[in-house]
């Protein structure tokens, strides 16, 4: 995990070279649907154990069956409430579930309009009870405009006042990170790789495509 230094609070994961092999396989447009899949549910694992490392521990003792050692507790690993931006998240919460397996989760479907407004529209939000002791990690692989993501940090805003908000994501780009870090300074950015920049039509350069057909299989 590398902090970024153009803003507080992003992190980027370039010093893993497995995370950056997931990354290459996921950005080539020859991988089909499945490896594609498997590797959000990868980057999802992944972004879980970095996170942790970021999340207080306890110093505890523990009795093996021979004699009294230490051991350390991951205390907020148990306060994590998991929201899933619907298409492609859903593999990636898939990951993240294995690292926080006690999370609670919610869901938010958000259609994001054509340039150059690139309006959402958000057509369904469930969110679970969000205590002033949790972590909500937000998994949203592309961070393009960063459109969607304002209105969902905003929305989880209203349901709670969480310890921590962190976006977990794939890809950014400069542009929306930069959207998100000046309205929402508290919210902690996790992401493979920060990437170059958007196209006119929101996508990111270089990127990996549309994240949501290539995981579900649409042309
Ligand atoms: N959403 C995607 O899936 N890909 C992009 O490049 C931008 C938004």
Do not use: Q
Not at 84 to 109: Q, Y
Not at 116 to 123: K, L
Not at 158 to 167: F, N, Q
């Amino acid at each position: 995990m590398i902090k970024d230094g153009r803003w507080d609070g992003v992190y980027t994961m370039e010093d893993s070279p497995y995370l950056m092999e997931v990354l290459t396989e996921l950005r080539d447009k020859e991988t089909d649907s499945i490896p594609f899949r498997k590797g959000l549910v990868k980057f999802g694992r992944f972004m879980g154990y970095e996170i942790i490392k970021t999340m207080e521990i306890e110093k505890i003792t523990v009795e093996t069956p021979l004699e009294e050692t230490e051991g350390v507790v991951v205390r907020d690993r148990k306060n994590v409430v998991i929201i899933t931006v619907l298409r492609a998240a859903v593999p990636m919460m898939e990951g993240l579930v294995k690292v926080f397996e006690h999370a609670r989760i919610g869901i938010v479907s958000a259609v994001r309009g054509k340039a150059p407004e690139f309006r959402v529209e958000m057509n369904y939000i469930k969110v679970p009870h969000i205590s002033d002791e949790d972590t909500v990690i937000i998994a949203d692989p592309m961070i393009a405009t960063g459109s969607t993501l304002l209105e969902v940090i905003a929305e989880i805003k209203k349901y709670g006042s969480p310890k921590r908000i962190i976006v977990a994501g794939v890809l950014g780009s400069p542009e929306g990170i930069s959207r998100i870090k000046e309205k929402h300074p508290d919210v902690e950015i996790f992401v493979g790789k920060v990437d170059r920049e958007l196209n006119d039509d929101g996508y990111i350069l270089p990127g990996l495509g549309d994240a949501g057909d290539r995981a579900f299989g649409l042309p």
